[in-house]
């Protein structure tokens, strides 16, 4: 019932910055809470970010806080992570996902209903 499409991933060196873009079509009233994970090869699914749209509210997993900022534009239903500083373990797929309600914890992957196919981001020393 949601579609969500990234972008804006590549291969930088470390301390360069990228924005990753989320961008929501469908449905788009079940995609009233929006976050950011990542996985590299052998790891579990890792919380970065993510954003309340009603409430305004703002998350960052601890390996990322300083570094990371989400924002977004609800009009044009499109999420946004500024990445800077990046560093050689920030190296992973980053996927979007999108919930209506969050019932507990913004950080488990659990509480997300649709997911993107996500973007390859490697930053290299």
């Known amino acids: 019932q949601v579609q969500l499409v990234e972008a804006g991933g590549g291969s930088v060196q470390a301390g360069a910055a990228l924005r990753l873009s989320c961008t929501a079509s469908?449905?788009?009233?079940?995609?009233?809470?929006m976050g950011w994970f990542r996985q590299a090869p052998g790891a579990e699914r890792e919380f970065v970010a993510a954003?309340?749209?009603?409430?305004?509210?703002?998350y960052y997993g601890d390996s990322v806080k300083g570094r990371f900022t989400i924002s977004g534009d609800r009009a044009k239903n499109t999420v946004y992570l500024q990445m800077n500083t990046l560093q050689p373990e920030d190296t992973a797929v980053y996927y979007c996902?999108?919930?209506?309600?969050?019932?507990?914890?913004?950080?488990?992957?659990?509480?997300?209903?649709?997911w993107g196919q996500g973007t390859q981001v490697t930053v290299s020393s």
């Open positions: 469908g449905r788009t009233g079940l995609s009233q809470h």
């Open positions: 996902a999108a919930a209506k309600y969050i019932y507990s914890d913004y950080a488990t992957k659990e509480e997300y209903d649709y």
């Open positions: 954003i309340g749209w009603s409430g305004g509210f703002t």
